[in-house]
């Protein structure tokens, strides 16, 4: 059981108090731990990070082109991203966890943080409204954005796995969509990422395949930089 003082500890160092704590614990759960996760807060969350961030940035660099002020945004909300936020704020040691993910070490899996960190800023949103989120949002991520520099091309997880098999004279990832759910305009995406010498390949998911694709890359890398 965790203490409501690991909470209120989590609440500091996001700036940010709950009024209804169950709604922050429903975003540190994950789906293998109960029916109701962490999901829905998570879509929510991501909308509002995007939006934040791009006023942000249209407003910090008001004559850098459409181009540029995406691969910035994009910088910024990306699971890796998202992932330092959590580590820094410990949301790993707080996240609710089934069985299985806890035996596989899940409160340190990048992906399954940035989700939570996502999951929070919904939380926040469904209960403080826009400007409060906002401002929760430009006070975590002040740093990072103050350091950005318009002209500098951050590589895709995608190309990073390619530059890190390249680097060790392996053979280049192969991509394969092997399930799609879900509406016309409101598709899920399953892609493998197939690594040469890894017995499994790696998954991702998105709304996209070009989405699904990235996604599984970042869980390779991750899983290289692990082994």
């Known amino acids: 059981m965790i203490g409501i003082d690991r909470y209120a500890r989590l609440s500091d160092r996001l700036g940010y108090r709950f009024a209804d704590v169950e709604l922050l614990k429903q975003a540190l759960t994950h789906r293998s731990a109960a029916k109701e996760h962490n999901e829905r807060l998570e879509f929510l969350g991501d909308a509002v990070l995007g939006m934040v961030v791009a006023q942000a940035l249209y407003k910090r660099f008001?004559?850098?082109p459409e181009g540029k002020l995406t691969r910035m945004r994009s910088t910024l909300v990306k699971?890796?991203?998202l992932a330092e936020l959590g580590r820094e704020a410990d949301v790993g040691e707080l996240l609710k966890l089934g069985p299985g993910e806890l035996k596989s070490g899940g409160h340190r899996r990048s992906s399954i943080i940035a989700d939570a960190m996502e999951a929070?800023?919904?939380a926040i949103y469904l209960e403080a409204g826009m400007d409060t989120t906002a401002e929760v949002i430009l006070r975590l991520w002040q740093s990072r954005i103050e350091r950005l520099d318009p002209n500098e091309h951050p590589k895709d997880a995608k190309t990073r796995l390619?530059?890190?098999?390249q680097s060790r004279k392996l053979p280049l990832p192969v991509y394969e969509v092997v399930d799609?759910?879900?509406k016309d305009h409101d598709q899920t995406f399953v892609v493998h990422c197939h690594i040469e010498s890894m017995a499994k390949p790696m998954q991702g998911t998105g709304t996209s395949r070009r989405k699904a694709e990235q996604q599984a890359a970042r869980n390779a890398l991750e899983k290289l930089d692990n082994d």
């Open 62 to 64: 008001p004559s850098v």
């Open 79 to 81: 699971g890796e991203t």
């Open 120 to 122: 929070i800023l919904g």
């Open 162 to 165: 390619q530059e890190f098999l």
């Open 180 to 182: 799609i759910s879900g």
